[in-house]
């Protein structure tokens, strides 16, 4: 079992930056794929940013080049760096362990025009 815990998320302006951190504990393992999700008001949940444990990366093509997602082994933590954002980009962002299917509560990012 893994359990996991957003933070970092707030309000920033338009252009501006963020960096979403999800904190391990549990069954943590260095193979362990974890991803980054958004959910929008009254949509489905989306598939942001992928990370393997082979160091492979994936993005969702609304975020290439703005987002990057990284992670410390040395302190089990997973985080998503989010620059030039977009009011597009305000959402809910909800950190998954995809080994073990774990989700995070969630934290609010709204980007402000």
């Known amino acids: 079992q893994v359990h996991l815990v957003e933070s970092g998320g707030g309000l920033v302006q338009t252009g501006g930056s963020l960096r979403l951190s999800c904190t391990i504990s549990g069954s943590v393992f260095s193979f362990n794929t974890m991803a980054w999700y958004r959910q929008h008001p009254g949509k489905e949940r989306e598939e942001v940013a992928v990370?393997?444990?082979?160091?492979?990366?994936n993005y969702a093509d609304s975020v290439k080049g703005r987002f990057t997602i990284a992670r410390n082994t040395s302190v089990d933590i997973v985080y998503l760096q989010m620059n030039d954002l977009k009011s597009d980009d305000t959402a809910v962002y909800y950190c998954h362990d995809k080994i073990f299917g774990s989700w995070g509560q969630g934290t609010q990012v709204t980007v402000s025009s």
């Open positions: 990370l393997t444990s082979a160091g492979t990366t």
